[in-house]
T-cell receptor, first 112, second 111 residues
Framework: NAGVTQTPKFQVLKTGQSMTLQCAQD?????MSWYRQDPGMGLRLIHY???????DQGEVPNGYNVSRSTTEDFPLRLLSAAPSQTSVYFC???????????FGSGTQLSVL | QQQVKQSPQSLIVQKGGISIINCAYE??????FPWYQQFPGKGPALLIA?????SEKKEGRFTISFNKSAKQFSLHIMDSQPGDSATYFC??????????FGSGTRLLVRP
């Protein structure tokens, strides 16, 4: 049972490049979400999904897109990377209602 | 705006002491209040949680105290151990299932 798997673990981008952070869970969780963690800012919700085909915005959605075509996968797309998007990104999932979130191990992203 | 305010930012406690971390919120629609623990290089993990109809919840050395009228809740770690050294986040869930986190407290327990 792998839990929540995030890839890649580390990524360096140049300003303006696009990329997709992958997130997959094998626990059949309906709820999935993306957070970014910055020093002194805690964890801020980017986007979340309560089931396949349903997504919604969190606190800081600008510059990011998501889709949820399957229960297992919830990729996060950076459309045109900016230095302000340098952060550690965490994907999380839960059975429902965002209770007991299971987090992945994170992706450290640097935008130069 | 910061919907969940957490303090202190950092905390140093001697082994065996009590660690106390506080959180405050404004949104009365929040219906679930968890605490997460994060070790360096790892994702956060659920530690303990409480609902607003309960004033206190205890699990081992960890206790949440909840004051609904003051819109405050706190985490108490009794008999703190060096292995408790981590970053702690409080959080609150709104009616659309968004889980909003506080800014985190870095706890160091000295041997």
């Amino acid at each position: 049972n792998a839990g929540v798997t995030q890839t890649p673990k580390f990524q360096v981008l140049k300003t303006g490049q696009s990329m997709t952070l992958q997130c997959a869970q094998d626990m059949n969780h309906e709820y999935m979400s993306w957070y970014r963690q910055d020093p002194g800012m805690g964890l801020r919700l980017i986007h979340y999904s309560v089931g396949a085909g349903i997504t919604d915005q969190g606190e800081v959605p600008n510059g990011y897109n998501v889709s949820r075509s399957t229960t297992e996968d919830f990729p996060l797309r950076l459309l045109s990377a900016a230095p302000s998007q340098t952060s550690v990104y965490f994907c999380a999932s839960s059975y429902g209602g965002s209770e007991k979130l299971f987090f992945g191990s994170g992706t450290q992203l640097s935008v130069l | 705006q910061q919907q969940v305010k957490q303090s202190p930012q950092s905390l140093i406690v001697q082994k065996g002491g009590i660690s106390i971390i506080n959180c405050a919120y404004e949104n009365t629609a929040f219906d679930y209040f968890p605490w997460y623990q994060q070790f360096p290089g790892k994702g956060p993990a659920l530690l303990i949680a409480i609902r607003p109809d309960v004033s206190e919840k205890k699990e081992g050395r960890f206790t949440i105290s909840f004051n609904k009228s003051a819109k405050q809740f706190s985490l108490h770690i009794m008999d703190s151990q060096p292995g408790d050294s981590a970053t702690y986040f409080c959080a609150a869930r709104d009616s659309s299932y968004k889980l909003i986190f506080g800014s985190g407290t870095r706890l160091l327990v000295r041997p």
